[in-house]
C-alpha cells in the first residue's frame, strides 16, 4: 500500500468528520465553523479525489481488516482470562475435594485402628484368668503371686501394672501401712474395699489382683494410665 493512499483515506475520513460537524454546528444554532476550516476540508478532498478509485478501495479494506484483527486480539484476551478463571476455579474445587477426602480418610483410619485395638484388648482380656481358678494356698512368694499376676492383668499392661505393686507393696500381698489403713499388693485404702472382689481379700494375692486391676481399670482406663498417673503424683 503506498503512503500516499494511506494518508488519502486519513484525509478523506477527517473531511467526512469535519464536513458533518460543521452541518450539526450550523443546524443546531452553535457557532460556525471558521472558514478557513472549509477551505482545509476541501483541499483535502480533493487530495483524495486524486488517488486512483482502486488504491482508495485498497486503503479501506486495510482499515476494516485492521479494526477485525483488533477485535479478535481483544475477543482472544477475554477468551484467555475466562478459561485461565475456570482452570483456577475447577483447580481450587479439586483441592477442597482432595483435602476433605483426605480428612475423611485419616477419620476412617483412625477410627478403625481404635477399634481394633479396643478388640484386641478386649481379646487379652477374655484370655487371663479369673482370681477363681487359682488354688488357695496357706501362704505365696513373690514369684508365685506375680506369676499370678502375669495370668490375670493383659499382657500389654502387666508392666505398668508390676511398676505399680513394687512401689506400693513390693510385691507382699500382706503389706500393711499402720498410719493410713492401706493393705496389700495395691495398698487399698482402706484394705476392706477389696471385700468386692472376694472375701479372702486379705490372704488371697490373686483376690487382690483382680480388685487391683478393676480399681485401675475404672479410675483411669488401664494400668498404664493409672502408672502414667501415679508418676505425675507419686500415688493413684
Not at 66 to 95: G, M
Not at 96 to 124: M, N
Request: aromatic fraction near 8%.
Amino acid at each position: 500500500m503506498s503512503r500516499i493512499s494511506v494518508r488519502g483515506f486519513a484525509v478523506a475520513s477527517a473531511t467526512a468528520v469535519t464536513t458533518v460537524g460543521a452541518v450539526v454546528g450550523v443546524a443546531s444554532g452553535g457557532a460556525q465553523q471558521p472558514a478557513n476550516d472549509f477551505e482545509a476540508a476541501a483541499g483535502e478532498a480533493t487530495l483524495l479525489a486524486d488517488i486512483p478509485a482502486g488504491q482508495q478501495a485498497q486503503v479501506q479494506t486495510a482499515s476494516l481488516a485492521q479494526q477485525a484483527d483488533a477485535q479478535s486480539i481483544a475477543a482472544d484476551a477475554v477468551t484467555k482470562k475466562a478459561v485461565e478463571e475456570a482452570a483456577r476455579k475447577a483447580a481450587a474445587e479439586a483441592a477442597t475435594e482432595k483435602k476433605a477426602a483426605a480428612e475423611k480418610a485419616a477419620e476412617q483410619a483412625e477410627r478403625e485402628a481404635k477399634e481394633r485395638k479396643e478388640a484386641e484388648e478386649k481379646a487379652s482380656r477374655s484370655e487371663t484368668r479369673d482370681a477363681t481358678s487359682f488354688a488357695t494356698q496357706s501362704s505365696y512368694t513373690v514369684a508365685q503371686v506375680q506369676a499370678m499376676a502375669r495370668q490375670m492383668v493383659p499382657a500389654d499392661q502387666f508392666q505398668c501394672f508390676s511398676n505399680i505393686v513394687n512401689h506400693e507393696s513390693t510385691w507382699n500381698y500382706r503389706a500393711s501401712n499402720p498410719s493410713s489403713g492401706a493393705y496389700g499388693l495395691v495398698q487399698a485404702l482402706p484394705g476392706s474395699k477389696m471385700a468386692s472382689a472376694g472375701a479372702d481379700w486379705q490372704t488371697n494375692p490373686a483376690t487382690q489382683i483382680k480388685w487391683g486391676l478393676n480399681y485401675m481399670d475404672q479410675r483411669y482406663g488401664s494400668p498404664c494410665g493409672a502408672w502414667s498417673f501415679w508418676q505425675a503424683n507419686n500415688w493413684y
